[in-house]
Nanobody, 123 residues
């Protein structure tokens, strides 16, 4: 059974920092692109950052320079270090595991989601 379990969400003041973690089980972690998404109240879910097994990283513009994504393939865990947090960063943050398998390979197109962790940035 595949599980992605996020942790680290909390209430933090503007300018503060948080580190989110996502522990994966039931998948071959190195075969998945790991990502963080977020969904603010009344808004669509949006990509925050992604990291491949080889360490290639993609950030969206609104977090570039403030957030850092990393992964530990030995621990099957992906992290999101969030600094200089702003009230507009308030959202539920979701972990995503997207298979990097190609067409015809096992797990092609497979995508798993965690249940999310709430980050609230407020004074």
């Amino acid at each position: 059974q595949v599980q992605l379990v996020e942790s680290g969400g909390d209430l933090v003041q503007p300018g503060g920092s948080l580190r989110l973690s996502c522990a994966a089980s039931g998948i071959i972690f190195s075969r998945y692109v790991m990502g963080w998404y977020r969904q603010a109240p009344g808004k669509h879910r949006e990509l925050v950052a992604q990291i491949t097994s080889g360490g290639t990283i993609n950030y969206v513009d609104f977090v570039r320079g403030r957030f850092t994504i990393s992964r530990d393939n030995a621990k099957n865990t992906v992290y999101l270090q969030m600094n200089s947090l702003k009230p507009e960063d308030t959202a539920v943050y979701y972990c995503d595991a997207e298979s990097s398998a190609g067409p015809g390979e096992a797990d092609y197109g497979v995508d798993y989601w965690g249940k999310g962790t709430l980050v609230t940035v407020s004074s």
